[in-house]
């Protein structure tokens, strides 16, 4: 079962307690932005094979959105940081080129 801690309130909880939200970190398309493009945030998303930055609320815990990195291949969890990042943290970035030397960054 994955688990993942809550870094709004601290709480370790299991995935029955959370509600997946999609991709982290997309650019919204603006109002000045192609259909083409508009398009492409809305339904456009990525779905690799290992390392994966998702975003996931804590519904039966604070209600609070945060945002998760982990392999979507081993369910391993690299960490869990606040929703109003625009970006992974770096010390979840060490994490995982700690323990994935070949990924290659944010996607």
């Known amino acids: 079962?994955?688990?993942?801690?809550?870094?709004?309130?601290?709480?370790?909880?299991?995935?029955?307690?959370?509600?997946?939200?999609?991709?982290?970190?997309?650019?919204?398309?603006g109002p000045d932005s192609t259909d083409d493009a508009f398009a492409d945030y809305l339904f456009t998303r990525a779905n690799p094979r290992g390392v994966h930055f998702e975003r996931w609320c804590h519904v039966y815990g604070c209600g609070k959105w945060f945002h998760a990195a982990r392999d979507t291949a081993t369910l391993e969890v690299f960490g869990t940081y606040s929703a109003q990042t625009t970006a992974p943290p770096d010390d979840i970035v060490a994490a995982i080129r700690a323990r994935r030397p070949e990924w290659e960054g944010p996607a």
């Open 1 to 29: 079962m994955l688990q993942l801690e809550c870094p709004v309130c601290g709480v370790l909880a299991d995935e029955t307690e959370l509600v997946p939200g999609g991709e982290a970190h997309l650019q919204r398309a």
